[in-house]
């Protein structure tokens, strides 16, 4: 743009009620030269005049910014040349942008402008925003035909609480407002509704504004056909190197080797993530999952900004996804798990020699649930991280302090050497009722299936029962025996 043309765009600006400094000047100079030159090829504008370009483009849209303030960040949906989001962000060097513009030769000319001007946290959106299109944002805003209640769903799914929606619309907007359907009636509520004019001209305009009062928002993760498109990596193929990994995770063998495993189903997960950020790795959902809970939805978020979402095709995510719960898949790094010193701590030390890895999941939940703060895994026991014991711990086995121990072959030695005595539950032990426990002591769980060694009995208790049921899964014996434990440190009420 020639210097007599930035003068008379500034006198334009000032005559409108904005004065621009030397780089805001400079950056529309430049945006301008790039539309004269791209239009041709592109169809960026139907305007050519210069002053109609200045008037009824950049400062139709830089108005906005004296009209009302601008939520950060924001969508501009349907740019097109970068109206309005472009003359936004240069009046509001701060305002995060997100310019969103399918048409690929016009995204482009987007990012060409964008590195042109140096215009920073400007992000180019190179498809249709549509139901499966995920925005952290505070608001959008749009200049397209688009009719408002079209609008007003189109974004409904991502937009927060609080979140507004910014149309510039000409001065016959009263249609558009009476075919508001019901259901974005009660979910918006109008914030403003303002007629302006053009300084200048004749031209009229009309801004509204509608603030989201529902909190509901709907999110729905699919692999989609345009490369970038998709919310997150897509894995439709049973050799991706990510799936076979995760499918490993599902064996003890597999979690062994990696360090990590997999958490499964929605309460779990978002437990998980909320409560041990630092164990986790990243996250699978399947395709076409939907989610309407804000929380999740922060958390899904905030894998996907860090590259490590990863929306799987149904039939293989099936595979990983082994109860059956349809929620998120998370994939977490266990916790090192060191070697016991064979020394009890202050209460209950647990021995677990379960293999069942539920049964090891059911009373890691029991023990820190009752308070205890050393759990000991012989060398018998399932992994206390696999998926199952996950589940049945209801993941508490993240919270767990555990340590690993010998085999029970081994442990008679530990016993004698140790400095606190062993209380193995046994059905031929002593009634666990009424029974006084010392201030540490070993609680060495049964086994399914064989028991206890003899020599381990030395001090046995037991749960008694009616003759009608021989014995109490190994995992259910132990919880009692925790509880009992618990009731009896609080003494007589």
């Known amino acids: 743009m020639r210097k007599t043309e930035k003068t008379a ?16 000047i400079d950056q529309f100079g430049s945006y301008y030269s790039l539309l004269q030159k791209h239009n041709d090829e592109l169809d960026l504008t139907r305007l050519n005049r210069f002053e109609d370009i200045v008037i009824k483009h950049f400062i139709d849209c830089a108005l906005v910014t004296r009209l009302c303030d601008l939520p950060s960040p924001l969508v501009d949906i349907g740019t097109g040349a970068g109206f309005p989001g472009i003359p ?57 035909l688009e009719s408002v209640d079209d609008t007003l769903g189109r974004v409904a799914h991502f937009l927060p609480r609080g979140g507004r929606v910014i149309f510039m619309k000409g001065p016959a907007a009263d249609e558009d407002i009476r075919k508001i359907s019901p259901s974005h009636d ?23 504004i509608f603030t989201k009062t529902s909190s509901a928002r709907k999110t729905t ?17 049973p050799e991706n190197a990510t ?10 063998d597999g979690i062994k080797k990696i360090g990590k495993t997999l958490v499964s189903g929605k309460k779990q997960v978002h437990e998980t993530i909320t409560r041990h950020p630092g164990l986790c790795e990243a996250l699978a959902l399947f395709d076409g999952y939907a989610e309407t809970d804000s929380g999740m939805n922060d958390c899904i978020g905030s894998f996907q900004r860090n590259r490590r979402l990863y929306i799987v095709k149904k039939s293989l995510f099936n595979e990983i996804d082994i109860f059956n719960t349809n929620g998120p898949v998370l ?53 206390p991280f696999h998926p199952k014991s996950i589940r049945a711990s209801g993941g508490a086995v993240f919270a767990a302090r555990l340590s690993r121990g010998p085999s029970l072959a081994e442990f008679a030695q530990s016993v004698k050497e140790g400095n606190a005595p062993l209380l193995a539950l046994d059905s031929g032990g002593a009634p666990i009722d009424g029974f006084v426990f010392p201030e540490r002591f070993l609680l060495l769980a049964g086994i399914e299936g064989p028991g206890i060694p003899d020599t381990l009995k030395v001090d046995a208790l037991s749960i008694p029962m009616s003759g009608d049921v021989e014995s109490l899964n190994a ?7 925790l509880y009992t434990w618990k009731v009896s440190r609080r003494g007589p009420r």
């Open 243 to 252: 799936f076979r990994e995760m499918k490993k995770l599902i064996s003890s």
């Open 475 to 481: 995992a259910i014996a132990a919880s009692i025996a």
């Open 221 to 237: 993760y699919r692999i989609l056909s345009q490369a970038g498109e998709t919310p997150g990596i897509p894995i439709s193929s």
């Open 186 to 208: 009660a979910d918006y509520e109008i914030e403003l509704d303002r007629d302006y004019t053009l300084p200048g001209t004749q031209f009229g305009r009309r801004l509204l």
């Open 331 to 383: 994939e977490a790094r266990t916790p090192e798990i060191p070697e016991w010193d064979r020394t009890a701590g202050e209460g209950c030390t647990l021995l677990i020699p379960f293999q069942d890895p539920s049964n090891v999941g059911t009373v890691i939940r029991s023990a820190v649930g009752f308070g205890v703060q050393h759990i000991v895994l012989l060398r018998e026991a399932a992994h």
């Open 88 to 144: 936004l962000k240069i009046m509001k060097p701060d305002l995060r942008l997100i310019l969103a513009e399918p048409r690929k030769k016009r995204a482009a000319f987007l990012a060409e402008t964008v590195a042109a001007l140096n215009l920073s946290n400007v992000e180019i959106y190179p498809h249709m925003v549509t139901e499966h299109s995920v925005f952290e944002v505070a608001g959008v805003i749009t200049r397209a």
């Open 9 to 24: 765009m500034a006198q334009l600006f000032q005559q409108s009620g904005l004065t621009l400094t030397g780089t805001q």
